[in-house]
């Protein structure tokens, strides 16, 4: 059974700093994603990340966020620099072996998500 596990959520001030971190089991990670959904807002896309080529960033996380992968291929962080308040919501890792499909939110596997809370 393949199963995304967040972790690394919690409470910040704004300007700080959090490192989210997938942890897969039972599968290969290929092309994998984080995803954001505030309360009453639609899920958002974070990031993207192909086997191959650079990653992928929404407009108000570039230069603030970066996703990297593990060694050992079945993890995945996502650094968050300069937090703000707009950054609050619950974060999800998504994978598929399609990056288009991630891409569409119609990734296989999701996480459960983690919480991030950004304060002013």
């Known amino acids: 059974e393949v199963q995304l596990m967040e972790s690394g959520g919690g409470s910040v001030q704004a300007g700080g700093s959090l490192r989210l971190s997938c942890a897969a089991s039972?599968?290969?990670?290929?092309?994998v994603g984080w995803f954001r959904q505030a309360p009453g807002k639609q899920r958002e896309t974070v990031g993207l990340?192909?086997?191959?080529?650079?990653?992928y960033y929404e407009d108000s996380v570039k230069g603030r966020f970066t996703i990297s992968r593990g060694n050992a291929k079945n993890s995945v962080y996502l650094q968050m620099n300069n937090v703000k308040p707009e950054d609050s919501g619950t974060y999800y890792c998504?994978?598929?072996?399609?990056?288009?499909?991630?891409?569409?939110?119609?990734?296989?596997?999701w996480g459960q998500g983690t919480q991030v809370t950004v304060s002013s």
């Open positions: 998504a994978a598929d072996e399609s990056y288009w499909l991630l891409k569409l939110h119609r990734a296989r596997y």
């Open positions: 039972g599968y290969t990670l290929s092309a």
């Open positions: 990340s192909n086997v191959t080529g650079n990653p």
